[in-house]
């Protein structure tokens, strides 16, 4: 066997094991095939929660609509929650460390069907340097900018159980 039939063959197990276990590529979701359209409603039309489920529904294609239409399934999310609790302090009782929560609720309403709730509650860790102001300010966005990241794509997966 020369070494090229041995890597095509190989390939072909390895491409057939992953698609046996149910491999899927990160981001990509198995959404119902009725959910084709849909209509995203918030509080806050242009926040960077609502913006990232709707990028995602897109890359998915879904396609998401700018006005409400007769049939289309509403995904309704509330405002985000960010909330931050204490988890230790220094020597000189300045915080050394937060954990930082994030919670987005709603639902998806479709006509005739009904609502399907959609929760999500994340939670991290910050370690706060007293030192560098700045540099803890940035790195605290980009932990928010993470967390809605998280939470999209667990809006996504709770898409993807919903069938009717």
């Given at each position: 066997m ?21 491999f899927?590529p ?8 009725k ?12 926040s ?42 220094f ?5 050394a460390?937060?954990?930082l ?41 980009l932990?928010?900018d993470?967390?809605r ?9 709770q ?5 009717w």
């Amino acid at each position: 066997m020369t070494l090229k039939t041995f890597s095509y063959g190989f390939l072909i197990l390895s491409i057939s094991l992953l698609s046996a276990c149910g491999f899927a590529p990160r981001g990509s979701y198995l959404l119902d095939d009725k959910l084709t359209q849909i209509y995203v409603s918030s509080s806050d039309e242009f926040s960077p929660l609502v913006r990232e489920v709707k990028r995602q529904l897109t890359q998915n294609n879904v396609a998401v609509f700018e006005f409400p239409q007769g049939d289309v399934p509403t995904l309704h999310l509330s405002g985000e929650n960010i909330s931050k609790r204490t988890l230790s302090l220094f020597e000189n009782g300045q915080v050394a460390e937060y954990e930082l929560s994030y919670q987005v609720g709603g639902y998806l309403q479709i006509a005739e069907e009904g609502n399907y709730p959609i929760s999500v509650q994340l939670h991290r860790d910050f370690q706060d340097n007293p030192l560098a102001a700045l540099a803890k300010q940035r790195e605290r966005e980009l932990l928010y900018d993470e967390l809605r990241t998280m939470a999209a794509d667990q809006i996504m997966r709770q898409l993807a159980t919903v069938s009717w």
